[in-house]
């Protein structure tokens, strides 16, 4: 098995470890998380953070780990440009998740008892991200960065009953002196059976752009 192929099926297994957790916690309650239980969460961490790090470094030289093509990129770009210029734009496919993502991320809504996202594509607007992240004073290459950042192929499935989301375990540097973990929050309501990038939150972020 090539190295690339030894990481992400090492991915794959931590988001299936991280599922069987979450439905452990989800049995005790969090009053009753025992020592052991928030010592696994460090440990579950931590090893999506080497996970991280070490793929990262193999892709600097195998062209990237993104699910996210260059061409879809363009196109949250153009979205972007045209709503920093007043205009309206059309709703673009930017890509899919992985299949260890999309599995994990259904794993958990079926627990919580939430409908299982049905077509494994992702389509963008962007208007709220663009909203959100413009008032923080961040450019809209910024806001690229923050996209292909959170639509990494490493990006761990963080589901609650109010925000379905991935996020990029792997720290990265902004352009503002911050190491950044990039969120992306879907919709998976208004555009089934596809799920809509509906913003990105690039966590960490205490030195924010001078506007």
């Given at each position: 098995?090539?190295?690339?192929?030894?990481f992400?099926?090492?991915?794959?297994?931590?988001?299936?470890?991280?599922?069987?957790?979450?439905?452990?916690?989800?049995?005790?309650?969090?009053?009753?998380?025992?020592?052991?239980?928030?010592?696994?969460?460090?440990?579950?961490?931590?090893?999506?953070?080497?996970?991280?790090?070490?793929?990262?470094?193999?892709?600097?030289?195998?062209?990237?780990?993104?699910?996210?093509?260059?061409?879809?990129?363009?196109?949250?770009?153009?979205?972007?440009?045209?709503?920093?210029?007043?205009?309206?734009?059309?709703?673009?496919?930017?890509?899919?998740?992985?299949?260890?993502?999309?599995?994990?991320?259904?794993?958990?809504?079926?627990?919580?008892?939430?409908?299982?996202?049905?077509?494994n594509?992702?389509?963008?607007?962007?208007?709220?991200?663009?909203?959100?992240?413009?008032?923080?004073?961040?450019?809209?290459?910024?806001?690229?960065?923050?996209?292909?950042?959170?639509?990494?192929?490493?990006?761990?499935?963080?589901?609650?009953?109010?925000?379905?989301?991935?996020?990029?375990?792997?720290?990265r540097?902004?352009?503002?002196?911050?190491?950044?973990?990039?969120?992306?929050v879907?919709?998976?309501?208004?555009?089934?059976?596809?799920?809509?990038?509906?913003?990105?939150?690039?966590?960490?972020?205490?030195?924010?752009?001078?506007?």
């Open positions: 098995m090539a190295g690339r192929d030894k992400k099926a090492f991915n794959a297994h931590l988001q299936r470890c991280r599922c069987a957790h979450f439905r452990h916690c989800k049995r005790v309650g969090e009053g009753g998380k025992p020592r052991h239980t928030r010592l696994i969460e460090r440990v579950i961490l931590s090893l999506y953070e080497r996970c991280a790090e070490s793929y990262m470094t193999l892709n600097d030289n195998e062209g990237g780990a993104l699910p996210i093509s260059e061409d879809d990129l363009q196109n949250v770009r153009l979205n972007l440009t045209q709503l920093s210029a007043g205009e309206k734009p059309v709703m673009v496919v930017v890509g899919s998740l992985t299949d260890a993502q999309f599995n994990a991320v259904n794993a958990v809504r079926r627990q919580l008892g939430l409908h299982e996202i049905e077509q594509e992702i389509v963008f607007i962007g208007r709220h991200l663009y909203n959100s992240r413009s008032a923080d004073g961040y450019t809209v290459e910024d806001m690229v960065d923050q996209v292909a950042s959170a639509l990494s192929a490493l990006s761990v499935a963080e589901v609650s009953v109010k925000m379905t989301c991935i996020q990029n375990p792997a720290a540097p902004d352009r503002y002196g911050n190491q950044v973990r990039d969120r992306a879907f919709e998976a309501t208004s555009k089934k059976p596809r799920m809509e990038l509906f913003s990105v939150i690039p966590k960490g972020d205490n030195i924010k752009p001078l506007k």
